[in-house]
């Protein structure tokens, strides 16, 4: 085997290597602490008026993205993937952004009809 072609095997072998258990509990520790921190706003800053609600939920939702991206990145395989990465991200947004939208639309026509 050429040595470039054995750079190249080896570059393309570190760059899908499989997890090891030191990064899955890396990950996993990650994934606690956000859960931790959600928990805590949760538990503690919201009911007692720290942080509104009305604050808190966009942080719920923030902190839910970026579990989101270490499950779909590390445990899917997808990290490496970045155009798969995107795609798994990007469309179901769009789609729930739509989603909100025609609800939103549709809860307004039933405000309406109630008048």
């Given at each position: ?16 290597d499989?997890?090891?258990r030191?990064?899955i ?8 602490g ?12 919201v ?10 939920n966009?942080i719920?939702?923030l ?22 990465l995107?795609?798994?991200i990007?469309?179901p947004?769009?789609?729930i952004?739509?989603l909100?939208l025609v609800l939103t639309?549709e ?8 008048m």
């Amino acid at each position: 085997m050429s040595s470039e072609t054995h750079h190249h095997t080896e570059h393309h072998a570190d760059e899908h290597d499989t997890m090891t258990r030191s990064k899955i509990w890396q990950v996993f520790f990650v994934l606690l602490g956000i859960t931790a921190v959600e928990f805590i706003i949760a538990l503690a800053l919201v009911p007692k008026g720290i942080i509104p609600l009305h604050f808190a939920n966009p942080i719920y939702i923030l902190l839910t993205l970026a579990k989101a991206f270490y499950i779909v990145a590390y445990f899917m395989h997808l990290k490496f993937e970045k155009v798969g990465l995107l795609y798994s991200i990007l469309v179901p947004i769009i789609f729930i952004i739509g989603l909100i939208l025609v609800l939103t639309n549709e809860s307004h026509h039933w405000v309406d009809l109630r008048m």
